[in-house]
């Protein structure tokens, strides 16, 4: 099994759904992580609400990877000097994080590999260095956002070494602007959900999902 935390679309945990895998996208609306908790149960664990939401059956036993992209709002840099209240996201962190290692000091555990993964900004000054990362141009996405990994698994390889030149749009001020970011292509698969541009720029590039899931299957 594939945890898929915060996973939002399921973006990054799709190759391995499509490769057979049996994966669980954990994410709002249906499940927020904050309110929930494992209780041990016989040939499993419960993921239980605390709150009388809907619960998760994990067979803890057979959890292969998990994959956490907590939100990044509060800790993204684009936010520039506008005030910050880190309470709320470092919650979901702690969460993500005790679902984890609760699952990596279960007896017999499997768990392979378990990644975290948030744009460069200040969740570095409470995880610290990170232990991979990347840009999306790096994976042939045309963007230019770099992206931190945190956690245990194998580094996925880039597919493109030359940065192409057309990722950043300059102004005649002398400004710069990560134009195709800044204004994202919805990918096919995901028209139907009508995604705001939030949620079109937190979309993991298919690219680097597909190169994470060969390093790490």
Partial sequence: MILD???GTGAW?????????DVEVITL????????????RS?????????????????????YGVLFAPVCTEFSL????????????????EAGLRIIWTIRAYPGS??????????????????????YTFEQWQFGHAGVKRTDLWGYF?????TVKVRPDDLVKRFPNGRTNGSRHAAPVC???YKHLNLDRAALRAITPKGFAEAFYRANK
């Avoid at 040939?43 to 959890?63: K, L, T």
């Avoid at 194998?154 to 880039?158: L, V």
Wanted: hydrophobic share 35%; aromatic share 12%.
């Fill in 5 to 7: 935390l915060c996973g």
């Fill in 13 to 21: 945990s799709k190759p391995y759904a499509d490769a057979g895998y």
């Fill in 29 to 40: 609306p249906g499940y927020d992580m904050k309110n929930y908790t494992f209780l041990r």
């Fill in 43 to 63: 040939g499993g664990i419960e993921w239980m609400s605390r709150e009388g939401g809907p619960s998760c059956h994990v067979d803890i036993a057979n959890v």
């Fill in 78 to 93: 684009a936010k520039g000097a506008a005030p910050r209240d880190f309470e709320e996201p470092l919650a979901l962190v």
């Fill in 110 to 131: 499997q768990l392979k590999f378990w990644a975290l993964e948030n744009p460069v900004g200040f969740l570095r000054q409470f995880l610290g260095k990170p232990v």
């Fill in 154 to 158: 194998k580094n996925p390889t880039p």
């Fill in 187 to 189: 990918p096919p698969e």
